[in-house]
């Protein structure tokens, strides 16, 4: 039973990359999507939602969305813990 609980647990993670990692990405995506100059886009904050699959798709993913939209992101510490700039920052 603790093995099933602890596999749903981690299926709702988001199990890639840190919470500053994933804002630089979706800062970077905002960029580009606005360097596209197209016409639908709106003049405010462009929303989106990206999916990463990792190496091990299964467990391995990342769900990454427009800044705006993330005002309580969750925090993984596995992730937090492989982000360099945070390790150096400390």
Known sequence: MLYLEFSIYKLKENTMFSVRQKR?????????????????????EIQFHLHVEGAKSDWSWADIKNNGTVTNPSINLHNEKQDREVQNET
Do not use: G, N
């Open 24 to 44: 630089e990405i979706a800062d970077k995506v905002q960029t580009i999507l606005r360097e596209t100059d197209h016409p639908e886009l709106p003049e405010t």
